[in-house]
């Protein structure tokens, strides 16, 4: 795990020469093409992404490719992520009309879940979602879906109108009202989907980052000084027990925060299939 976060950062210098603090370059991974250049270029989150995509489709599949009564191996894995998000998403927040919606939900969590994953594997050791533009475009994903099933519904002026002028205020509110549901319907919900995931992951990287640095920083002390700065590297082991717990802890950000982005989707496009607002 620490080989692993230490490859999202340039060699670090020797002790001497001070704490390699992790910057936003563990970020960037744009100047370093795998393949093609330019435009084209796949670079290591491209890369990872394209591999979430075949590994969604490929678990799909084979779960599906010899379906049981009583499921086993991939088939078993399939029914049990397809069985939570119908359970405790699209049925709690949507209802029976929301089942429709039951691929593209299930779909969209276990996307979200396996991409923040990467973050916590070995030699990966990149969460896609930290780069903004990810969560950007799920989130612009998310905005065009509600608003298209809004429209289909209930007829795009009953749609706007049910947003902009609802039922039970005032008319002399309505000037106050108005604009704060056009900003937070149409701005603030697709960019607080896209900065929450955002965010999180990349505070869970930064802060794995820091402790493998900070554990090799600290080893390295303990192997090459002397004196007292022998035995400041002593602080190498519990640097690497915290190092192990954040990942731990990192294992329940993925899934928490694919859990929420998912469940805010199912609670976008429920409240637009209702004529309520």
């Not at 936003?24 to 795998?34: G, Q, R, V």
């Not at 075949?54 to 069985?83: H, T, W």
């Not at 929420?260 to 299939?273: D, K, N, Q, R, W």
Request: proline residues 7%; aromatic residues 12%; contains cysteine.
């Amino acid at each position: 795990m620490i080989i692993g976060s230490l490859a999202s950062i340039d060699t670090p210098p020797a002790p001497p020469h001070g704490f390699p603090a992790p910057d936003t370059s563990i970020f960037d991974y744009t100047k370093s093409c795998l393949v093609g250049g330019g435009p084209f270029c796949l670079t290591k989150i491209s890369l990872l992404m394209i591999l979430s995509a075949v590994i969604i489709v490929a678990l799909f599949v084979i779960g599906a490719r010899k379906r049981q009564v009583v499921p086993r191996g991939s088939q078993n894995l399939v029914e049990a992520f397809v069985d939570m998000v119908r359970g405790s998403i699209v049925l709690e927040v949507m209802g029976p009309a929301g089942l429709p919606f039951l691929p593209f939900l299930t779909a969209l969590f276990i996307f979200i879940w396996l991409n923040n994953s990467w973050g916590i594997i070995p030699f990966a050791q990149i969460p896609t979602t930290s780069r903004m533009a990810v969560p950007a475009f799920l989130s612009a994903l998310v905005w065009v879906v509600f608003n298209v099933v809004g429209i289909v519904k209930q007829g795009g002026w009953h749609y706007l109108k049910g947003i902009l002028f609802p039922s039970g205020v005032p008319w002399y509110i309505y000037p106050l009202v108005t604009p704060i549901e056009l900003v937070s319907t149409f701005l603030v919900r697709p960019l607080t989907l896209a900065v929450r995931l955002a965010a999180n992951m990349i505070a869970g990287h930064l802060i794995l980052t820091i402790f493998a640095v900070g554990t090799w920083y600290l080893a390295s002390h303990f192997a090459l000084a002397s004196g007292f700065g022998k035995a400041v590297g002593v602080f190498a082991i519990p640097a690497f027990a915290l190092e192990v717990a954040m990942t731990a802890f990192e294992v329940l950000v993925a899934f928490l925060q694919a859990y929420i982005f998912t469940i805010l989707t199912a609670v976008y496009i429920s409240g637009a299939m209702s004529s309520e607002h």
